[in-house]
């Protein structure tokens, strides 16, 4: 029996080799018919005997593409047409979109051996790709995905090229920016003070590298600022010219045996190293030589591989590379020669342009499961499950470590790490993308979720936007919603929400919060003590002043000549903010602990404090719940008093820090445990920026679930404000929804 089946495959199908396997597969089975890319994803009709077109759909599902990831594939039996030959034919742009757009892959076992190899005619080329790597997102100006529709367009394929483009059994089969050493992307060395080096410019830029020197070098979100990782001098000078004077820097390492010359890996850890996101991942060092100038204020080393065809050239040459970010502070990253900071001796440039800014992606491997610092190159913008029925949605996020979200039914799409929208760039670079992305996507958002601080340049961006919705989402409810939308829970939990600050429901600053909540609404149960802030934003700059008001609002220290400001501030109500916020109680201990009294970075008095704690002890301070008041106040003024008297007794910085961490984790599992008993629920969602502490972190997930609650964390996106927006858009979901 011949039949004919028409089928609309959706899901990750388009730039990722999926319509030559289609066409492998069906020539295989003698099947004819057709295939081509449409606005939803794949199109396709195979013609043929019953018992070969099931088999074709069973190896379909079974065996896509590696890069591919099938969403749903609609079916239609229709009667048999008489097709010849099977054929793949070209995207037809027309309908409505639906369609994914794939991340950036790091470069193909299969490139990175014809790039070694010297009878190859992509031998040391460095825009060597094909349908299963290379650049995708960032060089994406439209949909479909097609050459036209990059910022490939500009290079007219060779004959070679051109042949293996057209030919369904090659490797490069429709492959958008398939180039060679003839027809595509040029590098250009360009050296301070002296002329451009068209020729012969890996090898000048290794040369100006062995020297200590610092070179900019185009890659595929954006530019790095490179030097020698292992000299002392060339990362000092990065230091000094960056203005960075403690903040880590990502190495990128030649490969997996240099890694673990300098870093512990573990096997999870390996896989996100070599996944075809090549992410940076934290790694414990053990290295004496990298860590003092690398990452100086802790024990772990952000490390990488390389994924683009340049790095693995320039690589060969080192062991390892320092290659951070090109840009100046809250700056998004370069993409263009002429946004570079001038802070290097060269730039190593190409001629294909970056269209999507996009960072480095940075993660952590914790108990097997991955967590994000940041989501940028190789996940955005990957689609992440979400409510099948709701309107469209766009999130715009948070103030700090910014992302944005539009969603649409079935689907939420995270924007890449976007930044600090106080820099007037990074603003800028927030509202272009937004509207990028609802062309791109075809979205056009009737509701708009923001946080519930009015100051927010992204609520004043949503307050000014054009939709018939706007939602307000309180903070740290979208922190918990985030998790939820990651991990498709719909009913009440417990949230524990630790950040550095959020805005409240009552005009406080929020940051230590045990909520109970759904997706639309929340119960603020518990919340850590809330002290004055003295001097606002300053005091996080400046965690003494923290230390200082905690220590003086239980009667723990008189003032004297340098507090006494502090105290006259808090004493005149004077731009001194309450807030339960928990990080900045880690602040304020490791204040109190000689760990900093001012930072140059966020959070880096916690990340010291963390990082010099004894994870051995298990003891832990005294602390207090009053019950009876309502919210729960969780109060730690008696913890504060035996540190300050272990400290004055000489008491281990390494074992105060760990008796602190247990503290903390043991107040907030036995709130749960009081939840649980009053309102019989059992599952916890844990978020917000405070849970980056892996100590902390391992030490309540364990206790929790010691005690039988079912534990989640956010695995798909950061527990920091760059989650934010995916938990507003699920909150948004869910409230509009209960209103239609
Ligand atoms: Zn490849
Ligand atoms: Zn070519
Ligand atoms: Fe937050």
């Not at 940028?376 to 913008?381: D, M, Y």
């Not at 689609?383 to 689907?411: H, M, Q, W, Y």
């Not at 992305?437 to 307050?463: C, N």
């Amino acid at each position: 029996m011949k039949t004919r089946v028409r089928a609309r495959i959706h899901g990750r199908v388009q730039g990722v080799g999926f319509r030559p396997t289609v066409y492998r597969y069906a020539t295989h089975l003698g099947l004819a018919g057709y295939v081509c890319n449409g606005p939803h994803g794949v199109t396709l009709e195979v013609e043929g005997e019953d018992l070969n077109v099931g088999l074709f759909f069973t190896r379909l599902t079974g065996a896509p593409p590696p890069q591919a990831s099938i969403e749903n594939i609609e079916k239609q039996v229709l009667g048999t047409k008489g097709y010849e030959r099977f054929e793949v034919i070209e995207s037809e742009p027309d309908g409505e979109l639906a369609m994914h757009i794939t991340p950036d892959l790091a470069l193909c076992d299969d490139c990175a051996r014809e790039l070694r190899d010297p009878r190859n005619r992509r031998y040391g080329y460095a825009f060597t790709n094909c349908t299963n790597c290379g650049p995708r997102f960032t060089i994406i100006r439209d949909l479909p995905y097609d050459r036209a529709n990059t910022s490939m367009a500009g290079f007219a394929m060779c004959p070679p090229c051109d042949h293996e483009y057209h030919n369904p059994h090659d490797r490069r089969f429709h492959a958008q920016p398939d180039a060679c050493p003839k027809c595509g992307p040029q590098l250009q060395l360009m050296v301070t003070g002296g002329t451009s080096e068209l020729s012969q410019p890996l090898q000048k830029t290794e040369e100006l590298l062995r020297r200590g020197r610092i070179v900019a070098i185009k890659s595929l979100g954006g530019f790095h600022l490179a030097c020698d990782a292992l000299s002392r001098e060339a990362v000092a000078r990065l230091r000094h010219r960056k203005q960075r004077p403690h903040k880590s820097f990502a190495v990128m390492f030649r490969d997996l045996v240099a890694v673990r010359k300098y870093c512990q890996v573990n096997e999870a850890e390996e896989a996100e190293l070599l996944s075809s996101a090549h992410p940076i991942v934290v790694l414990k060092s053990k290295s004496p030589a990298l860590q003092p100038t690398i990452a100086p204020d802790s024990n772990t080393i952000g490390a990488f591989l390389p994924y683009t065809p340049l790095h693995w050239l320039l690589l060969e040459k080192f062991d390892a590379l320092v290659m951070t970010s090109a840009n100046l502070a809250e700056e998004p990253i370069a993409s263009e020669d002429s946004e570079l900071p001038a802070v290097f001796d060269a730039v190593l440039t190409h001629n294909r342009p970056i269209v999507h800014k996009c960072d480095d992606s940075v993660v952590r491997v914790i108990n097997g499961q991955r967590q994000f610092f940041r989501r940028a190159r190789g996940f955005a913008p990957n689609a992440i499950r979400f409510a099948p029925d709701s309107a469209a949605i766009l999130a715009v996020g948070g103030e700090l470590k910014n992302t944005f979200c539009l969603a649409r039914a079935g689907n939420a799409f995270l924007s890449q790490h976007i930044g600090d929208l106080k820099d007037f760039k990074t603003y800028n670079h927030f509202a272009a993308e937004i509207a990028e992305w609802r062309r791109l996507m075809r979205v056009e958002p009737t509701v708009v979720a923001h946080d519930l601080h009015p100051a927010y340049l992204s609520t004043r961006f949503a307050k000014e936007f054009v939709a018939s919705t706007k939602i307000g989402v309180q903070h740290h409810h979208a922190h918990i919603a985030s998790v939820m939308a990651e991990h498709d829970l719909h009913d009440f939990v417990i949230g524990v929400a630790l950040d550095g600050t959020g805005s409240g429901t009552d005009g406080t600053v929020w940051g230590g919060e045990v909520l109970v909540a759904n997706r639309a609404d929340f119960e603020r149960v518990a919340h850590f003590k809330q002290y004055a802030l003295p001097g606002g934003d300053k005091a996080v700059e400046e965690p003494w002043r923290m230390a200082t008001s905690m220590l003086a609002a239980e009667e723990l220290i008189q003032p004297n000549r340098r507090t006494e400001p502090i105290f006259k501030m808090i004493e005149a109500q004077f731009n001194s903010p309450l807030t339960s916020s928990a990080g900045r109680l880690f602040d304020a201990v490791a204040a109190i602990l000689g760990l900093g009294d001012v930072v140059s970075y966020e959070a880096q008095a916690a990340i010291r404090l963390e990082a010099v704690a004894d994870a051995t002890v298990e003891a832990k301070y005294p602390f207090e719940i009053a019950f009876h008041q309502q919210p729960w106040i969780l109060n730690f003024g008696a913890m504060l008093r035996q540190i300050m008297t272990d400290k004055r007794a000489g008491v281990p910085v390494s074992e105060i820090s760990a008796k602190f961490h247990n503290t903390i984790a043991g107040a907030i599992v036995q709130t749960c445990r009081f939840i649980r008993g009053q309102r019989n629920l059992n599952t916890v969602a844990l978020s917000g920026g405070v849970f980056q502490n892996e100590l902390l972190l391992r030490r309540l997930v364990e206790s929790l679930q010691r005690n039988y609650f079912k534990v989640y964390t956010n695995t798909r996106v950061p527990p920091n404000d760059g989650g934010l927006a995916l938990g507003q858009a699920a909150v948004a979901a869910a409230r509009t929804a209960a209103c239609a």
